[in-house]
């Protein structure tokens, strides 16, 4: 029976440390601050809103929100972005996806300033992500500590997507080899699968990427030795598409009819045949909101080192 990646474990960790961060931005008269957009009212994105509210208020950082009528203007969006990059009190913004399919949702993320796309979905993000100038974030020496470097390096000016980058920490907090291991990904998406593959790329991995429209998902994901799935699709994942040992994270999110929430892993079946597996709830999705608090907070550290004399400890 495979052990449990505790993902609400880990968050709980980098919480508590981002609030002592936060804390010590205060001192220096530095308030952390994240805003939050969202149109509409998508069931899904008000309820990553809330969560996200609750849990900036917890670790000190203080949220602004934006919230728009689903018949906001292409023009009225733009501009709060514009207002946005110049407020010098928000040192990120966390877009809810989707936006309504009429506005052009990548322009409006392309508008964001990189230094403020605290979820990397952004093209200068993406690139700087392909051209492996912002791995610094993920590539660890043991035993050193890389933090100055990540706040300091100008290639470091910008941002990993949340979720992915959740999923690396997750890995590297459970001790998971990633270098030289086969990470097999199921989906493709910017938000999750893209990155993910140059994460593991850029850690050294074998990396296949899996989508809607490949043939003979099994055999792929029977090669893994790290599976990854993050599609929406409920059960998805049979145990017989899972290699003896593997190592199995489940980053989808997909609401039942009776209201619970489950990943697109089979987890009772897939657990029999895994070393280590991701719950849903409780294992990706925590990671990726203390990753978007540990996002805000780099922001505000970088913008004082910029503009300031250095922080006192
Ligand atoms: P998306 O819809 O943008 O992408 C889904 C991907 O899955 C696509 O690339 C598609 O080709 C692939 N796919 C769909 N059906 C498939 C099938 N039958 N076989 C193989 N591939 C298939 O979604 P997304 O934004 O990448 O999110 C994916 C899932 O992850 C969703 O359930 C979402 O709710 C969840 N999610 C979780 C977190 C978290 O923090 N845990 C964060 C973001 C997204």
């Not at 530095?30 to 900036?56: H, M, R």
């Amino acid at each position: 029976m495979a052990d449990i990646l505790d993902g609400k474990a880990l968050a709980d960790r980098i919480r508590q440390k981002v609030k002592k961060e936060v804390s010590l931005l205060q001192r220096n008269g530095i308030d952390v601050g994240l805003g939050l957009l969202l149109v509409g009212d998508n069931p899904a994105s008000e309820q990553y809103f809330k969560t996200t509210l609750g849990a900036c208020r917890k670790v000190g950082i203080t949220a602004r929100e934006f919230r728009f009528p689903v018949t906001v203007s292409m023009n009225e969006l733009l501009n709060g972005i514009h207002a946005i990059n110049r407020d010098e009190r928000i040192h990120g913004l966390l877009m809810l996806m989707p936006l309504p399919a009429r506005i052009n949702a990548r322009r409006v993320i392309n508008t964001l300033v990189p230094e403020k796309d605290i979820d990397g979905l952004g093209s200068i993000s993406v690139g700087r992500l392909s051209a492996d100038e912002s791995t610094i974030q993920i590539i660890r020496q043991e035993g050193t500590n890389t933090r100055n470097r990540d706040i300091l390096s100008p290639a470091a000016g910008s941002f990993l997507p949340c979720t992915p980058f959740g999923v690396i920490r997750l890995l590297e907090h459970y001790k998971v080899p990633i270098k030289g291991k086969h990470a097999v990904i199921i989906g493709k998406s910017l938000a999750v699968g893209k990155p993910l593959s140059m994460m593991f790329l850029a850690k050294e991995a074998t990396v296949t990427i899996c989508h809607r429209e490949t043939r003979h998902l099994g055999s792929m994901t029977r090669q893994a030795d790290i599976l990854c799935s993050a599609t929406g699709k409920a059960g998805l994942i049979r145990g017989d598409m899972v290699k003896k040992g593997a190592v199995v994270v489940d980053v989808g999110i997909n609401m039942l009819q009776d209201g619970t929430m489950t990943g697109d892993v089979d987890f009772s079946a897939v657990a029999k045949k895994a070393s280590l597996i991701t719950p849903v709830p409780g294992g990706v999705g925590p990671v990726t909101v203390a990753m978007l608090l540990e996002n805000t907070v780099r922001s505000a550290q970088r913008a004082g080192m910029l503009h300031s004399s250095p922080l006192r400890i």
